[in-house]
């Protein structure tokens, strides 16, 4: 194989340079598009495509004879050998990295945080591609080109070190990570950064529940996390017993809820739609159940919903055990109470109403209206044999309405 010259090699460097630049001004002047959406692999196709038309043009002017390639049994030299592996680390980052995007690793972006975040993370995965086509390239390009030749019983050429390329390859990953450094600070002084009009809501966790409150509202919603499209919103987030975290995947961003300190996390929702707020932090048995029901909505939707009056279209004819079906699965209760006769942290809700309960002191009780009322507003009074205090937050008495308490029991009353 003919093997490319110097003037060929640098040509094509220099051209795929301008093709980046040609590549870049497109996305910049007529799709009029950020990095972020436009992605580096479209960035190095376009490149790429430039470059070889680069070297179209000037192969005759520059003699260059990219496209005259007769074959003979002449090796390369090192000019040769870095071109084709060149070409091959772009061809293969370029497929990785639109594999590794086209995967679709992270849920749908519901708040305008998850744009910047998205974009970071994205670029992790095209610098990824580009380690492993670098790594992998040269492996199996070695394996086949420098392969022992049949009838070769000699050594290979013996040589050490090579200054230069250890300053490169130490100086080159340093100020990878150095650069991306600086891309997670000014992406997260972007994502933290206050806000005007922000809608405060203060967010308490307990196990294994969440209550919302919207203070300059004066509105509470325990179970439940109701949001308005487009507006800015100040969580100030803290825990009544131990460490939780409050995350929502479609928002991207996540926060500690610590007892005793309040935490704040900025998120804009920009998707509306149903969510879920989960814990992200081992909080205790009922850990993987202590989950809130998201839901971003219309601004008009919004208000009708603190004002207690339903949106047009939005309205419910729920009966108090429905609801409190509802509320049982916004608030946490299934996490400790099943309603299938399981014993799980707390006695089952099974037809446990009107009967018979022996307490940890000794007496009998009956599961009546009124024990159901003091066990949530008060659970360490009289607690089941069998079962351990303090366990079950104590904190429904200021968290629930009167009617959301009259609906639970409404609710345990309809599980015969």
């Not at 009708?304 to 608030?331: C, D, H």
């Amino acid at each position: 194989m003919r093997r490319p010259s110097g003037q060929l090699v640098k040509a094509f460097l220099v051209s795929l340079v301008i093709g980046y630049i040609i590549s870049w001004a497109i996305m910049e002047y007529v799709l009029k598009t950020e990095l972020r959406l436009y992605g580096v692999g479209n960035l190095s196709i376009v490149a790429i495509l430039v470059a070889f038309l680069v070297i179209v043009v000037l192969d005759t002017p520059l003699n260059l004879k990219a496209f005259d390639w007769p074959t003979d049994d002449t090796a390369m030299d090192s000019w040769g050998h870095f071109f084709i592996v060149g070409v091959l680390i772009i061809l293969v980052t370029v497929v990785m990295a639109g594999f590794l995007n086209s995967v679709n690793l992270l849920p749908v972006e519901a708040s305008t945080q998850a744009i910047p975040i998205d974009w970071l993370f994205n670029l992790h995965l095209e610098l990824i591609a580009f380690l492993f086509a670098l790594v992998v390239v040269f492996v199996v390009y070695s394996l086949v080109a420098f392969r022992r030749r049949p009838g070769d019983t000699e050594d290979g050429a013996y040589f050490h070190g090579n200054a230069a390329l250890e300053i490169v390859w130490t100086i080159v990953p340093l100020a990878l990570v150095l650069y991306f450094g600086y891309l997670g600070a000014a992406n997260l002084a972007e994502v933290t950064a206050p806000q005007p009009d922000e809608l405060i809501v203060k967010v308490t966790a307990a196990q294994f529940s969440w209550s919302f409150e919207y203070p300059d509202l004066n509105k509470t919603s325990p179970g439940e996390l109701v949001l308005p499209q487009g507006r800015p919103v100040l969580f100030q987030i803290t825990s009544l017993d131990v460490i939780h975290s409050f995350w929502v995947p479609e928002f991207r961003m996540k926060q500690d809820a610590v007892p005793g300190i309040i935490r704040e996390l900025r998120i804009t929702p920009s998707l509306v739609g149903e969510y879920k707020v989960r814990c992200a932090e081992l909080c205790g048995t009922g850990h993987a159940n202590m989950r809130a029901a998201v839901r971003v909505v219309e601004p008009a939707e919004f208000d009708a919903w603190i004002s207690g009056k339903a949106a047009p279209g939005t309205e419910t004819n729920l009966s108090p055990a429905e609801q409190g079906a509802q509320l049982a699965t916004n608030v946490g209760c299934a996490a400790c109470h099943s309603i299938d006769g399981t014993v799980i942290v707390g006695p089952s809700w099974l037809g446990i109403f009107g009967s018979e309960e022996s307490l940890t002191d000794g007496t009998t009780v009956t599961v009546d209206e009124a024990y159901l009322h003091d066990s949530i507003v008060n659970p360490n009074d009289q607690i089941v044999a069998g079962f351990a205090p303090n366990i079950m937050p104590q904190v429904f008495g200021q968290t629930l309405s009167d009617e959301q308490i009259n609906d639970l029991i409404e609710y345990i009353k309809s599980l015969k």
